[in-house]
């Protein structure tokens, strides 16, 4: 695997963040009706990240196969989807766009990334309850700022929207999101900085793991 799929997939993301360069709708979501744990919340967080995982690492195979083709090495990308990645008992529509420039000789690259995520019927597992996420209307507009160099990598944007909920314990509601985020990772110096702000749930996303950078060795 090449240095540039490894610093993607090695990118956990919990719900998190992307800059809106690539034109989302920006979401409204509402808090109502029961209220998630902590404990849950981050669940959800954890759990959804998958999505994003299943689609970069897609993105990212097919990009790599017209860069081997490509005669330069300073590649302009410029590529769209509208694709539908399983969960548990569920799937996510997935549709956005990528944009900006990958180097294939060195694999630094420095792109944009936005994407609209549509939940349907996704089942999230927890220590003492099953989750079921739903999310129509608003879905949820997750936009990426996303730079790799010989050095570091580097996330920074914004995650917003909503989805509804069901529980196995009978509560039932609608969680609003609206969390700016930003992380890096300094290869040579092996740190890792992380920060958030915003809500999830009505809850302050300072409480929550909604962000790792990984090295990629």
Known sequence: MNRISRAVTSIS?????????????????????????????????????????????????????????????????????????????????VDGSVDGWVDDETFEAELNMGFNWTFNACLVPTETVTITVSGEDPSIALDMDFLLTEEEISLSGTLLGGFSFVTSDDRAGSCAIDITSSASYNGVTQTATASSSGTVCGVSASRFQTFTVEGTT
């Open 13 to 93: 993301l919990g719900l998190v963040v992307f800059l809106a360069a690539c034109g989302s709708d920006s979401p409204t979501g509402v808090n109502s009706g029961d209220q998630l744990t902590d404990e849950e919340i981050q669940s959800l967080l954890t759990a959804l990240s998958g999505v994003f995982e299943e689609t970069g690492g897609g993105l990212v195979a097919s990009r790599q196969a017209g860069l081997a083709a490509a005669p330069e090495a300073h590649i302009t990308v410029e590529e769209s989807f509208d694709v539908s990645v399983p969960c548990q008992s569920g799937s996510v529509a």
